[in-house]
Each structure stands twice: as C-alpha cells, then as structure tokens.
C-alpha cells in the first residue's frame, strides 16, 4: 500500500521553512531557500499527490525532519 501526501502540503511545509520552488521539470521539483540550499522531490502525480515516501527520503538526505503528513492511500 502507498501512502501519498497532498502536494500542496509538501509546498506548505518548504515555504515554512524558508524554501521556495525553484524550479519544476519532468519527474522533480527542486526547493531552494535563500542560501540556495536545494532539496530536491518528486512531482506530484495527475491527482496532485506525491508519495509520502519519497518525500520524507529528501527530507532525510537534506537533514530535515519531516512532519508527521496528513495522507491519503494512492497508487
């Protein structure tokens, strides 16, 4: 079973921290914050999700505790 978290969570989150998206292409969206410190996520699917998953794995690899998501079952 995948669990996937609204984008516009994920969006709301890296705002909260100071990020903004900073570019958008193909299967990723790269966050920078004013530093041009990149974390670097999956786009959202068609339904505007994103696997929980691999959200909180570049939460991880970018030394960010990721919240605990509202989610949602989705293929």
Do not use: K
Not at 8 to 31: K, T
């Amino acid at each position: 079973m995948i669990y996937c978290v609204e984008f516009s969570d994920v969006v709301h989150f890296f705002a909260g921290l100071g990020y903004r998206i900073f570019r958008q292409g193909g299967e990723n969206v790269m966050f920078a914050d004013h530093n041009r410190n990149l974390v670097i996520v999956r786009a959202p699917n068609v339904f505007g999700r994103t696997p929980e998953i691999l959200i909180n794995e570049a939460l991880y690899d970018a030394r960010i505790s990721p919240p605990d998501w509202q989610v949602t079952w989705c293929d």
